[in-house]
T-cell receptor, first 112, second 112 residues
């Protein structure tokens, strides 16, 4: 079984540029999460979708961040404009029916 | 507010030297406590879910236990390949059914 697939794996961008991170959840999973991991703050939940609908976006740091899930097999996390403090590892995760949450390998973002 | 505290922050063991990692939690209505393993450059990998006090689960050299206030991850006769960061997370009623709150993790290094 393919796991959660994220792209790009690594992204280096200049401050002010738009960044789009992509995620394909595990087939059949109906819940999708975006997490951010930093040394200072650990793993933080940014947004949670259930059946493609955003349920909890209270973790989205500010209006520069947006997330969409146009269908059950694809989600994007966009940062516009990006800032150096956005540098982190962004993880996408999915689950079915509230059971075990499975994580992707992460997108490593560096904003210079 | 749901909280998870892991200790120690880092642990160095000799191969074969058994030890335990601690995860203390405060949560409004525990739905589940999760243990994940994270290798450098990878996403968290699911290990165990515990649902009620007194429950125990085992996998190879790892055994997870749960009380009403904390969970322990016991590592018996560890090997160098057990070196990783171990993350604990809780699902509580107040956070929403699928929301995981993570601790900062314990970095384990097992030396031959």
């Amino acid at each position: 079984d393919a796991g959660v697939i994220q792209s790009p794996r690594h992204e280096v961008t200049e401050m002010g540029q738009e960044v789009t991170l992509r995620c394909k959840p595990i087939s059949g999973h109906n819940s999708l999460f975006w997490y951010r991991q930093t040394m200072m703050r650990g793993l933080e939940l940014l947004i949670y979708f259930n059946n493609n609908v955003p349920i909890d976006d209270s973790g989205m740091p500010e209006d520069r961040f947006s997330a969409k899930m146009p269908n059950a097999s694809f989600s994007t996390l966009k940062i516009q404009p990006s800032e150096p403090r956005d540098s982190a590892v962004y993880f996408c995760a999915s689950t079915r029916g509230g059971n075990t949450i499975y994580f992707g390998e992460g997108s490593w973002l560096t904003v210079v | 507010e749901d909280q998870v505290t892991q200790s120690p922050e880092a642990l160095r063991l000799q191969e074969g030297e058994s030890s335990s990692l601690n995860c203390s939690y405060t949560v409004s209505g525990l739905r589940g406590l999760f243990w994940y393993r994270q290798d450098p450059g990878k996403g968290p990998e699911f290990l165990f879910t515990l649902y009620s006090a007194g429950e125990e689960k085992e996998k190879e050299r790892l055994k997870a236990t749960l009380t009403k206030k904390e969970s322990f991850l016991h590592i018996t006769a560890p090997k160098p390949e057990d070196s990783a960061t171990y993350l604990c997370a809780v699902q509580g009623e107040s956070g929403g059914y699928n929301k995981l709150i993570f601790g900062a993790g314990t970095r384990l290094a097992v030396h031959p």
